[in-house]
């Protein structure tokens, strides 16, 4: 499967921002979906994740109550809408896509398929 992220950008702090990812390939509902962070020198970390009938979600703690994931699996798009962002909320963000339909998984190692990131900037 291939994936495409986009609508990241530069942002001030309290704004909102919402990230798309266009997938294309296999089923878009045989694939639970997740989306991750990095920033230079450090490990990607995981954000957000949902499986494929958008039914489980789960958050890394700093991010719950301000971003939502979403799906549509007749568009076969996943979206993270990010909301009163934070200078420390800047990083680049990927889209990525498991085999665990069933599952929101959480480990970066459960992803087969990553996007080419979109970078998120918010400045203070």
């Known amino acids: 499967v291939q994936l495409v992220e986009s609508g990241g950008g530069l942002v001030q702090a309290g704004d909102s921002l919402r990230l798309s990812c266009a997938a294309s390939g296999r089923p878009f509902t045989s694939y639970g979906m997740g989306w991750f962070r990095q920033t230079p020198g450090k490990e990607r970390e995981f954000v957000a994740a949902i499986n494929w009938s958008g039914g489980t979600t789960d958050y890394t703690d700093s991010v719950k109550g301000r971003f939502t994931i979403s799906r549509d699996n007749a568009e076969n798009m996943v979206y993270l809408q990010m909301g009163s962002l934070k200078p420390e909320d800047t990083a680049d963000y990927y889209c990525?896509?498991?085999?665990?339909?069933?599952?929101?998984?959480?480990?970066?190692?459960?992803?087969?398929?990553w996007g080419q990131g979109t970078q998120v900037t918010v400045s203070s």
């Open positions: 990525a896509a498991s085999g665990y339909a069933d599952y929101a998984a959480r480990r970066s190692s459960a992803y087969r398929y």
